[in-house]
């Protein structure tokens, strides 16, 4: 059982920054796949980014490259999505996600993590 909380979010000019945090419960952060993902009004949801146990792999959506960036401190259980460069299209609720336990790898699919926090709603005006 795990229980994620993201907070960060805000409104910001396009341009700027953001950086997203996601608290995790329990003492086996670091065995969990990670990800976050976002999703607008009536749009489905999509992947942003993930990382692997160990912060060693990371993979980004295309629409992000470049200006988003995950990370993960084990000892804090916690990930963080540092958005730069933000543009209006990144506007959405944004939830990080866990694996299961022992599942130690990214992915891009939603339907492959067992954990979601509530989300946090970010906000990019033009």
């Known amino acids: 059982q795990v229980q994620l909380v993201e907070s960060g979010g805000g409104l910001v000019q396009a341009g700027g920054s953001l950086r997203l945090s996601c608290a995790a419960s329990g003492r086996t952060f670091s065995s969990h796949g990670m990800g976050w993902f976002r999703q607008a009004p009536g749009k489905e949801r999509e992947f942003v980014a993930t990382?692997?146990?160990?912060?060693?792999?990371?993979y980004y959506a295309d629409s992000v490259k470049g200006r988003f960036t995950i990370s993960r401190v084990n000892a804090k259980n916690t990930v963080y999505l540092q958005m730069n460069s933000l543009k209006p299209e990144d506007t959405a609720v944004y939830y990080c996600?866990?694996?299961?336990?022992?599942?130690?790898?990214?992915?891009?699919?939603?339907?492959?993590?067992?954990?979601w926090g509530q989300g946090t709603q970010v906000t990019v005006s033009s």
């Open positions: 990382i692997n146990w160990s912060g060693g792999s990371t």
């Open positions: 996600a866990a694996r299961a336990v022992g599942v130690a790898l990214p992915s891009i699919h939603s339907s492959e993590y067992d954990y």
